[in-house]
């Protein structure tokens, strides 16, 4: 494929991706301006039902008796991502 042809197409490819970018985020906005409570509500419960899960796996699995281990595992796990997070940041 002709240089030409490439640029006008990788132009018009970025043009429609912003232009979608544009109107995603405007009625995004348009509609948490309008039912605020509703999007507040509904992360609040899908984090509470997240922990509420964590915190019956932790009961199955048998971390929830022994909170020594627990908080060197979960100590262990925050090192660990944020030593990736450097890595791969930059």
Not at 40 to 57: D, K, N, Q, R, S
Request: aromatic share 10%; charged share 20%.
């Amino acid at each position: 494929m002709p240089e030409k042809i490439k640029s006008q197409f990788a132009f018009k490819s970025e043009e429609t991706k912003q232009l979608l970018e544009k109107m995603v985020v405007e009625k995004r906005q348009a509609v948490f301006q309008r039912f605020p409570l509703l999007f507040t509500l509904l992360g609040a419960f899908g984090l509470v039902a997240t922990l509420h899960g964590f915190e019956g796996l932790m009961d199955r699995i048998g971390l929830s008796g022994n909170p020594l281990l627990l908080l060197v595992l979960g100590i262990g796990i925050l090192i660990f991502t944020g030593t990736l997070y450097k890595k791969l940041d930059g």
